[in-house]
């Protein structure tokens, strides 16, 4: 390449890499993965170092990405909010080490390592212990004021705790939590809304929102990592930086590690590559900071990066394979959803065989088609999703997929309810709704019934054993057990299973019944508001909207379930087989006055049950902790809430303590 050439190279990238940062950073519209991104921005690295340009000021590898949206007030950040130079491998980073050395003349450094999350940055400015205002970065210099919706996210504390600053202002990540952003794009998939296309999107588009309230239904999180301004305030390193702002209050990611050599930095790094799916949030690589701060002052910064920190990017987990079929699946709402059927290939330790593509318009817009070879990656190392089609390989026979006009379940005439990128079956009667239907009421969050899989589900449904939900609890054991791979134990198993689930509370029942838009914390306020089933029925869309989040439209969806005939006999049948539709006064019990609140994983049984346990014995489960909690119950996997209790001396207990709690022995407590 020569001269010439090499500059028209660089022109096309500069201008392609600002493209996709505006599709990135300001319209949360991202069309490549971070690694197809990294590629191209490190061949223009490469590119500037051997044929530099006095004029390359402005060009993207010296500039930090995204800008103030023009919906917000713009806001001149204090200290500036750099991005991070990327390593991609060891090499990287033993050069990047090495620079550092020279530059501040000394070996032997000491470095604390942080998961690097994907999220939102995010500037918080505390006046007197108050926070007062919260700005995303932006360019490094001005972002967009978005205090009103950054005061909604659980993890940003409105007050300090005693000891902080006068004033100060911190720096954090917002982000969404991987099983939060899997149930929020299920449920914009079921109310006609486009899908997010990973974690990230998610939390900046939540973000960003002109009316807080929407923000606020949103499960955001936040931790923070650096002080960029303060008051008579200057830690002497980066891990007393974090100790200082946890002891204040804020969320610090807990996996944070003070490593005394370069070596214990690349341990670190091969480690958290092998663990990163353990992470419950989107991570992608770790952050490397020079841990004395007095050394990061002198190591200094460029335009665009600090030089005393870097980031190790985690290897991408992509694949290409075939596209086999494209089936087109229809959901307990109704909703047709369009699945690619894969060649089976590995990604990330996972054989992926099936990837959702969400709805008609998203299928139209990566016109994916059978026959061709596409690029999979898992969205927050979880989800996996189709980046995109190599049309290159596109064999000449694909014909665009043809999308049904008749459920291919039922065969009715489907729909797209107008303002919906949805295509639905408004039959009522279909099966496959029903059968959607019956694992949802049987599934963990609701009625918890163990037993009811898929092929059990479908002999009931087509053999006409079950009819509507009430059916389940007229089931018999000769009719279980006549079912083929159905034996006498197993049916008496499921129906012990079915009886159990009558004493399930009532705020799981209305979960489980199914009500387009209604979660498990909808459901909650729904029951709080309307403590019968009976209330709850009669109820206007009015007063409906009197719950705590619920809006015209989810008031809507609750009066038109109701409206059915058939909706309200499959309650009737439903009570009349013993489930509980009221709420019950809270029980006294050896637990009250305790506030408990549960995190991580536990191995005995699940966090749900666990509350149900808790709160059965007159304990508050609460959903954060803060100074008012009795203490914290943590497994492994503790994020956020473990934090903030060691930070305001909270006792934390494990769960071994928790099985003496709910055999009754509360010694060990004190009281």
Known sequence: MNRGEAG????????????????YYEENAPEISDYEYDKLERELVDLEKSYPDPAASGSPTRTVGGRAAKGFAAVAHLAPLLSLDNTYDESDLLEWNARLERVLGRAGLSFVCEIKLDGLSVALTYRGGRFVQGATRGDGSVGEEVTANLATVKDIPRRLLEGAPEEVVVRGEVYLPIKAFAELNAQREEEGESVFANPRNAAAGSLRQIDPSVTAQRPLSCFCYQILASEGHRPSSQHQVLKDLASWGFAVEPNHRLCKSIDAVLDCCR?????????????????????????????????????????????????????????????????????????????????????????????????VRVGDTVLIERAGGVIPYVVGVKLEVRPSKAKPFEFPTACPECGQKVHKPE????????????????????????SRAAMDVSGLGDVLVNQLVERGLVEDLGGLYALKQEDLAALPRMAGKSASNLLAQLEASKSRPFRRVLYALGIRQVGEETAKALMEK??????????????????????????????????????????????????????????????????????????????????????????????????????????????????????????????????????????????
């Open 271 to 367: 480690e958290w590559t092998e663990k990163r799916h353990q992470i419950p949030y989107d991570a992608d690589g770790v952050v490397v900071k020079l841990d004395d701060t007095r050394l990061q002052e002198q190591a200094g910064s460029t335009a665009k990066s600090p030089r005393w920190a870097a980031a190790f990017k985690f290897p991408a987990e992509q694949a290409e394979t075939l596209v086999e079929e494209i089936a087109v699946q229809v959901g307990r709402t109704g909703a047709l959803t369009p699945v690619a059927k894969l060649k089976p290939v590995r990604v990330g330790g996972v054989t992926i065989s099936s990837a959702s593509l969400h709805n008609e318009e998203e299928l139209r817009k990566k016109d």
């Open 419 to 442: 303002g919906e990128a949805i295509v639905r079956c408004a039959n009522r009667s279909c099966k496959a709704q029903f059968k959607e239907g019956i694992r949802h009421f049987a």
């Open 530 to 671: 309307f403590p019968a089933i009976e209330a709850l029925m009669a109820a206007a869309e009015e007063e409906l909207q009197s719950a705590e989040g619920v809006g015209p439209k989810v008031a809507h969806e609750i009066r038109a379930f109701f409206d059915i005939e058939a909706n309200r006999e499959m309650v009737r049948r439903l009570q009349e087989a013993g489930l509980v539709f009221k709420e019950e006064a809270h029980r006294e019990g050896p637990l009250k006055g305790l506030a408990i609140v549960l995190t991580g994983s536990l191995e005995s049984m699940s966090r749900p049950k666990a509350k149900e346990a808790l709160e059965a014995l007159g304990a508050k489960v609460a959903s954060s902790t803060s100074k008012d909690t009795s203490f914290v119950i943590a497994g492994p996997g503790a994020g956020s809430k473990l934090g903030k209790a060691r930070a305001l001396g909270v006792p934390v207990l494990d769960e071994k303590a928790l099985k003496r709690l709910l055999a009754g022995d509360r010694s060990f407590l004190g009281k």
């Open 8 to 23: 028209e190279r660089i022109r096309r990238l500069r201008a392609e890499i600002e493209r996709y940062r505006a599709l």
